[in-house]
């Protein structure tokens, strides 16, 4: 006959232990943190970048509703705020569209041919050096 040589220490040692510690815990949870961390740094100047970039895509389409309608009779000679303007009231341009992604109004200036539409940027005041305006305020 065999002899059982089990002992409590082997059934109740280090190997038969379920879980973890507190301590295990806590390391993965700071591991994890310094990812986030990481992670969330690296795509902020990314997230920013496309704001911008998308809020100045915006001001180019509705320049380029304003000078495509400057020439219909309605709208000839007039400046770019009148027609932009005209162009809400009409439902050509949506009302969401006159804010950027900032949510700040958008600043339209210039004649109906050549729109210059503004945007005050992220610090959401107009005459700063984030201020965002469509292409065609560079023309000559």
Known sequence: ??????????????????????????????????????????????FKKAKKKTTLMQLNKIAELIRENSMEPEYAGKPAKAIFDGLIADGTIQKKMTRDNYGQEVRVEGDGDRPCIISAGADKSFGGADDIRSDSCDED
Request: no cysteine.
């Open 1 to 46: 006959m065999k002899k059982n040589t089990t002992t409590l220490a082997g059934t109740f040692g280090r190997n038969s232990q379920r879980g973890m510690t507190l301590i295990e815990i806590m390391i993965v949870l700071v591991i994890m943190g310094m990812i986030i961390g990481v992670v969330t740094f690296g795509i902020m100047p990314r």
